[in-house]
């Protein structure tokens, strides 16, 4: 058996606890097929943290986060907490798990399995295939300047938020761009606004500076505006995408939709590596906590079961071990199976627990 790894599940609000629950039926699977044990450790955050502690997230349950190899999170938010204080409310406690570990790199892959082209509002052959990677720096800019809050101007209310970015802050989130762009086909897209925000101008310097390190890899500079009509004009003329908080927020939405359901996309957040090659990091489906539909067994927990692959990727090195998830969930779609997001014509509509135990009959299959 191999040694422990320390997980912290956070299921958070909504859909959330539904979906981490496929989740941990995959852990299962990987502890009694593959032989390898997870230190599994359940916690609270967002909403859900908010209704026991006051807080969306507890100082304890930073502290957990802080010490595990990995977090796994479901989702948070929902209306019965949309007049609480906004430091209170379960947004306030994701940013802050991210903003404390101090996950400056959030990896967003836009992947169309062939299988759900059809489900694409764009051309199934501007889709299928797709496979973006959007690095969006993640503890800085617009989210976290300062000064930021109300104050009167000419005798008017004025509302101010502040994009800034230190050297360092775009520097690292740009190398680690480079990074994965050297792992894929060496081009990547630096998204800005350098032709009207003197932010924008920094960040085209420095991702040039830093491009001379990887003489591999082609640096393409793009405006985030024209970025956003090429990810609907023609997405596969991009590979790896590095931008702001706030462009990558946008951008990695819009990208995720060009595959056809925000509920198929997982993500990473990772931060920078410690003296023995360690890195705090979490992992996250990129679809919200979806109260319409919570306790209905309607959600699909692919998502949520594509981050944890994303997780034995960069958090445990266990490269063959995640593309034998990704290769279930692929599997399984192409099996026909769908959620109610996905459903198509001629399509079998499963449930959440349903779609999770596919997986895991599918790995089965692979496993033999």
């Not at 938010?77 to 906004?86: F, S």
């Not at 797709?130 to 930021?148: H, S």
């Not at 970025?227 to 927020?249: E, H, S, Y």
Request: charged share 25%; net charge negative.
């Amino acid at each position: 058996m191999a040694a422990n790894k320390k997980l912290l599940m956070l299921p958070g609000d909504g859909i959330g606890p539904e979906v981490m629950a496929e989740v941990n039926r995959v852990i299962g699977w990987m502890d009694k097929r593959r032989h390898v044990s997870f230190d599994v450790q359940e916690d609270l955050v967002g909403g859900a943290a908010y209704e026991v502690h006051k807080s969306s997230l507890a100082d304890e349950t930073l502290e957990k986060a802080m010490a595990v190899d990995a977090v796994m999170l479901g989702a948070v938010g929902g209306p019965q907490w949309d007049n609480v204080a906004r430091d209170a409310r379960p947004e306030a406690g994701l940013l802050k798990l991210r903003k404390e570990m101090d996950l400056f790199a959030n990896l967003r892959p836009a992947t169309c399995m062939p299988a759900l082209a059809e489900a694409s509002s764009l051309k199934e052959d501007v889709v299928s295939g797709l496979d973006i990677m959007i690095v969006r720096e993640l503890t800085a800019g617009t989210y976290f300047g300062e000064p930021k809050g109300k104050d009167t101007y000419k005798g008017q209310e004025r509302v101010i938020d502040t994009t800034s970015y230190t050297h360092d802050e775009i520097e690292r989130v740009v190398r680690a761009a480079f990074e994965l762009a050297q792992k894929r086909s060496k081009k990547l897209h630096s998204v800005e606004k350098a032709n009207v925000m003197e932010v924008g101008v920094f960040w085209r310097q420095i991702a040039t500076e830093v491009a001379a390190d990887y003489p591999d890899v082609e640096l393409h500079h793009m405006y985030a505006d024209n970025c956003a009509m090429q990810l609907v004009r023609w997405p596969k003329q991009f590979d790896v995408i590095v931008t702001d908080n706030l462009f990558g927020d946008i951008l990695s939405d819009c990208a995720a939709m060009c595959t056809g359901s925000l509920g198929m996309l997982p993500s990473a957040s990772l931060g920078a590596a410690d003296e023995s090659g360690r890195r705090r990091a979490m992992y996250e489906p990129v679809h919200g906590s979806a109260p319409d539909i919570a306790g209905e067994q309607k959600a699909n927990p692919l998502a949520t079961i594509l981050s944890y692959a994303m997780c034995l990727r960069y958090s445990f090195d266990m490269g063959d071990d995640a593309d034998l998830i990704e290769k279930a969930c692929a599997n399984v779609l192409d099996a026909g199976f769908r959620t109610g997001d996905i459903m198509t014509e001629g399509a079998t509509l499963v449930s959440t627990e349903d779609m999770g135990q596919k997986v895991c009959d599918e790995l089965d299959k692979l496993a033999a």
